[in-house]
């Protein structure tokens, strides 16, 4: 029971490149989150998603877009990577109603 | 509007000592609240949640946390550190509103020393 898989695990970026981050998740969850994780400052929404085929702006949006074309799939596209996007990018969802969220391993991004 | 606040970002306890971690809570509409642990190098799993019902709720490895609205604080406490507690706790608050937006704190880390 595979859960909540995010690709890759780690990853360097040249400042201005571009990259995706895939989430997938077996659970058939309605919902699903991406958020980045900063040393004291927990984790920051940057976007979600309640269905397929739509998306909507968390806390820290910008630099950032996720498209949500299945169901299992929450994708996170960094169009020009900047070293402020260095972070742990953590992927999670959840049931309708259900309130909790099912984390990720997370990513380690490196901004250089 | 939500938002948690988790007052200590590092606590340190000996094992066998009562583990007493806070957060405080506010939120415009009925909250749901959890608490997640995060190991070194890992996700986030969680560790109990109250929705409705019973304000004290009963989670994973020992801990407990009680839910005062009064207060608005939902801390987290364990009777007896063990060294494996050792790890990143985050509190969380959820609206019971339409969609199930989590909102975190910032972490408490939690050290256990001998």
């Known amino acids: 029971n595979a859960g909540v898989t995010q690709t890759p695990k780690f990853r360097v970026l040249k400042t201005g490149q571009s990259m995706t981050l895939l989430c997938a998740q077996d659970m058939n969850h309605e919902y699903m989150y991406w958020y980045r994780q900063d040393p004291g400052m927990g984790l920051r929404l940057i976007h979600y998603?309640?269905?397929?085929?739509?998306?909507a702006k968390g806390e820290v949006p910008d630099g950032y877009n996720v498209s949500r074309l299945k169901k299992q799939n929450f994708l996170l596209g960094l169009e020009s990577a900047a070293p402020s996007q260095t972070s742990v990018y953590f992927c999670?969802?959840?049931?309708?109603?259900?309130?909790?969220?099912?984390f990720g391993q997370g990513t380690r991004l490196t901004v250089v | 509007a939500q938002s948690v606040t988790q007052l200590g970002s590092h606590v340190s306890v000996s094992e066998g000592a009562l583990v007493l971690l806070r957060c405080n809570y506010s939120?415009?509409?009925?909250?749901?609240l959890f608490w997640y642990v995060q190991y070194p190098n890992q996700g986030l799993q969680l560790l109990l949640k109250y929705t409705t019902g019973a304000t004290l709720v009963k989670g994973i490895n020992g801990f407990e946390a009680e839910f005062k609205k009064s207060e608005t604080s939902f801390h987290l406490t364990k009777p007896s550190a063990h060294m494996s507690d050792a790890a990143e706790y985050f509190c969380?608050?959820?609206?019971?509103?339409?969609?199930?937006?989590?909102?975190f704190g910032a972490g408490t880390r939690l050290a256990v020393h001998p």
């Open positions: 939120s415009s509409v009925p909250p749901y």
């Open positions: 999670a969802s959840s049931y309708l109603g259900a309130r909790e969220a099912f």
């Open positions: 969380a608050v959820s609206g019971a509103g339409g969609y199930n937006k989590l909102i």
């Open positions: 998603s309640v269905g397929e085929g739509t998306t």
